[in-house]
C-alpha cells in the first residue's frame, strides 16, 4: 500500500476509532435532533437515504429543501504520533495531525442521492522517525474539496468522485521549498469502486497520482 492510501487508511481509521470512542456522546447528540424532528416536520429520518449514509460522520442530519432532501455532518479526527504503516531504511514512520471534514449530500424526494461535497482540510500531517515525534520530519498538508455526482440517483456504481484543490502538499518541517505539489483537479472512472484507484482526467501538477511512490519517496528522503 503506497503512502497516499495509508494517508486515507490512517483518516478512516482514527475516525472509527474516535466515534467509538465517544458512543455515548453521539447517542446524547442525536437525542436533540430526534427532538427537533418531533417538531419539525421538515426533518427526514437519515436512516431513510440510499445508499446508506456514511457511518463515520455521523450524526447526520437531514431535512426537506425544495423538491428534495439534504442532509449534512461534520467530521473531526486527530492522531498523535502513531505507526503509519511505511517503513524508511527499515525504520518504523510516525504521524501525527488532524482532518477536518464538512459534507453536505442531496438527494431525491424519495432520497435517493444525487450529489455529495466534502469539503476536507488536512492543517499538517507531520511525519517522524521517532515514536515522540523527536528529529526531522516532514509535513504534508491538504485543504480541497470532494465531488460525488450520481448518474443514477442512489446508485453509487454511477457516482463520479473529483477532487478539486491543495490535495497534498509537502515540505520539511523546517520550511524551504515544496517537495511535493498535488494541486488542481482530478476526476477518477466512474464507479465506487474506481474511487481514488483509475484516474480518468485531471488538470494541474499532481505528484502523487502521476507517481504512486511519490510521497514514500519524499517522505523517506526527508527523514533519512
Not at 453521539?26 to 429520518?45: M, S
Not at 449530500?105 to 435517493?112: E, F, P, S
Request: glycine residues 10%.
Amino acid at each position: 500500500m503506497n503512502a497516499s492510501a495509508l494517508l486515507r487508511t490512517t483518516r478512516r481509521r482514527n475516525r472509527r476509532r474516535v466515534l467509538a470512542a465517544a458512543g455515548a456522546l453521539a447517542a446524547t447528540a442525536l437525542l436533540p435532533a430526534t427532538t427537533a424532528g418531533a417538531a419539525n416536520p421538515n426533518q427526514v429520518d437519515p436512516a431513510q437515504m440510499v445508499p446508506t449514509l456514511n457511518p463515520d460522520v455521523a450524526p447526520w442530519t437531514c431535512f426537506e429543501t425544495g423538491g428534495g432532501v439534504t442532509c449534512r455532518a461534520s467530521s473531526q479526527e486527530s492522531y498523535t504520533n502513531e505507526p503509519f504503516g511505511l517503513q524508511c531504511d527499515g525504520q518504523r514512520v510516525y504521524i501525527t495531525g488532524r482532518f477536518d471534514q464538512q459534507w453536505t449530500r442531496w438527494h431525491t424526494a424519495d432520497g435517493r442521492a444525487t450529489k455529495t461535497s466534502v469539503h476536507s482540510a488536512s492543517p499538517g500531517d507531520v511525519f517522524s522517525l521517532s515514536p515522540t515525534g523527536d528529529g526531522p520530519s516532514f509535513t504534508i498538508s491538504g485543504h480541497f474539496n470532494r465531488h460525488y455526482v450520481y448518474a443514477v440517483p442512489g446508485d453509487p456504481s454511477s457516482r463520479t468522485l473529483t477532487e478539486i484543490g491543495a490535495i497534498y502538499l509537502g515540505r520539511s518541517s523546517d520550511g524551504g521549498p515544496l517537495l511535493l505539489h498535488d494541486v488542481g483537479r482530478v476526476t477518477f472512472a466512474q464507479g465506487a469502486e474506481f474511487e481514488f484507484e483509475v484516474v480518468a482526467s485531471s488538470g494541474g501538477i499532481h505528484d502523487a497520482y502521476s507517481d504512486p511512490t511519490a510521497i514514500d519517496r519524499v517522505i523517506c528522503d526527508a527523514l533519512t
